[in-house]
């Protein structure tokens, strides 16, 4: 069936009410008109009409059935993208009437990576907020890139500060690189003093209790090379997290314990956990951080929130200058 952009955006705002957004993504997650129908309390009859309604709106099948269930065809996979958006969107207007009603202006949901100095983070808040005419309520979110960019996309998040690589998809998103990060081996005082009498032995620092990140992240990925390309096996973690604190915690407890994390972020740990630096110096090519905000026009607090952000990342990196 063929028919213009016109006529589907005629169909749409004519046709198109949340609760069809709603089933839609019901059925994705039941697979089943019949369970879609016992979860929201209606009749099958029902669902399977209204089913038909929509792909009547947009001319073409949404979902492929078969006896193993009901799965999106390749217009529905777009349909249901824009509806989970659209129904985010939605969530997020309620959020930011009830926020107005408390004499805030508006929700902020931000998704932020493991190993974001903690310090810049919570001066680039403080800047934003001094600089808008009514406070913001400011949720911050945490995870990797991979999980945090789909939330992005598909409207659960406003803004992600993650990194920057080749691999990160970065369809329908803008991004600006912020910080790149250098890395440092953090140890108890005692334990740093000892190695700091030396030139790093990779071997012996493989015999060392690591704190590391979890496998296949852009962190842990450039440590393992480190150890490879001097010709040692990576070592096996006592611990993985990227839990900042407990990381430091960890290390000021044990003297045998050790781990390499991002300069600022060992820069913190000195001051609110009490370990030391290593005076080694590396090499990697761990991936910039970055903001990621989606493509088209964004909100007053979008905008001012990342100005700030960007503010206090030139002002860390004169700072290394």
């Not at 990160?168 to 600006?176: K, M, N």
Request: proline content about 6%; aromatic content about 4%; cysteine-free.
């Amino acid at each position: 069936m063929s028919f213009s952009i016109e006529e589907v955006t005629r169909r749409l705002n004519t046709r198109l009410k949340m609760r069809h957004l709603v089933l839609l993504l019901q059925i994705r997650q039941h697979g089943s008109l019949t369970r879609v129908a016992e979860h929201m309390a209606t009749s099958q009859p029902a669902v399977t009409n209204a089913l038909a309604e929509m792909e009547s709106m947009f001319g073409a099948p949404l979902f492929d059935r078969s006896p193993r269930g009901m799965t999106p065809t390749p217009l529905g996979n777009v349909v249901l993208a824009r509806a989970q958006a659209m129904l985010h969107d939605l969530d997020h207007l309620a959020r930011d009437i009830e926020a107005v009603h408390s004499g805030h202006a508006a929700r902020l949901h931000v998704g932020v990576i493991p190993f974001i100095s903690g310090r810049t983070l919570a001066s680039a808040i403080r800047l934003a907020q001094s600089r808008l005419p009514q406070r913001v309520t400011m949720t911050i979110h945490e995870g990797t890139s991979d999980a945090l960019l789909p939330q992005l996309r598909d409207h659960t998040l406003d803004i992600v500060i993650g990194r920057a690589s080749a691999t990160v998809d970065v369809a329908q998103l803008r991004f600006e690189v912020l910080h790149q990060q250098t890395p440092r081996l953090i140890a108890s005082r005692r334990l740093a003093a000892r190695l700091g009498r030396s030139k790093a032995n990779w071997q012996k620092l493989a015999e060392l209790d690591w704190i590391l990140g979890a496998p296949n992240t852009p962190i842990r990925e450039q440590i393992d090379d480190l150890f490879l390309h001097a010709g040692v096996s990576p070592p096996v973690p006592i611990v993985e997290s990227y839990t900042s604190r407990l990381i430091g915690e960890m290390i000021v407890a044990n003297d045998d314990a050790v781990s390499i994390v991002p300069a600022d972020i060992a820069e913190e740990l000195v001051h609110i956990a009490g370990v030391a630096i290593v005076p080694y110096t590396f090499d990697w090519t761990l991936p910039p951080i970055a903001l990621f905000t989606r493509v088209g026009v964004p909100r007053e607090v979008d905008t001012v929130f990342g100005q700030a952000l960007h503010e206090r990342y030139l002002e860390v990196e004169r700072a290394r200058r």
